[in-house]
């Protein structure tokens, strides 16, 4: 086998599940690691299971690793004390399992809620300021800085996927705006997790929606070039009130 050799985190989750077939299928050495990992899904695929804070697991899971895609952690509003060891604990782990195995890149999965204080329809570029909208938005803030940290510093490249709503199709009138399809999802991860030197890059993780507010101009040389469309699902959406921000259900949640 000669693909790049990529571990995946989070891979018994939601979207860990949808990418391990489809980075296989495109020829990667795969290493699935996660709290929930199922049997293998093809020959050849190493799973692991375990908890990330503990460098034993990171040091088995990033054995021979040239990029980690990073899916693992809350992936929703939690508690601030859940959210600080899932994410920003777990995440220092295995950026310092990547210097000490040499890794070359994270594709590190961020989210909208970095943003998503903005209000609904607000155009938005990679280099607005963050508008975080809860501990998990705050987290993933906390998470883009590290990689940017691990890349001055360390020489490690980072790319942040700033992922809008990443399901199988929309189910509400924000998904018009948010939605990533899963053929967006993997070419996504796929490119940032193998074009070159792309040193540390933020992009938005969103599909070729007809009413997207997020413009991915800055993220060129990613080459990422979305095909599904939201709007082909538009006459089947509830009709339902729509969100003032855009991070929909997360902004109005009081997290403390
Ligand atoms: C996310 O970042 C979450 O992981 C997911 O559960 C959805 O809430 C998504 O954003 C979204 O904003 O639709």
Known sequence: M?????????????????LRPRLIARGAVLTSAGHRCPAPIAPGERVLGGDLRDDLVVDQALQGAEVVIHMAGSSVEKPLATIIENNLVALQRVYEG????GVKRVVFASSNHTIGMYQAG????????VRPDGNYGLSKVWGEAMGR????????ETVCLRIGSAIARPTEPRHLATWLGYEDLEELVWRAATVPGLGFLTVWGVSANKRAWWDNGEAAALGYQPRQNAEDYA????DMPVWPQQGGSFAPADVT
Do not use: M, N, W
């Not at 995946?8 to 989750?13: E, F, I, N, S």
């Not at 990547?98 to 195995?101: C, E, L, Q, V, Y």
């Not at 940290?149 to 490690?156: N, V």
């Not at 006459?235 to 509830?238: D, F, G, K, S, V």
């Open 2 to 18: 000669s693909g790049p050799r990529i571990t995946l985190t989070g891979a018994g989750g939601a979207l860990g599940l949808v």
């Open 98 to 101: 990547a210097r000490r195995h």
């Open 122 to 129: 607000e155009r938005l570029k990679l280099s607005d300021p």
């Open 149 to 156: 940290l691990y890349h001055d510093k360390f020489g490690i």
């Open 235 to 238: 006459a089947t959406l509830p």
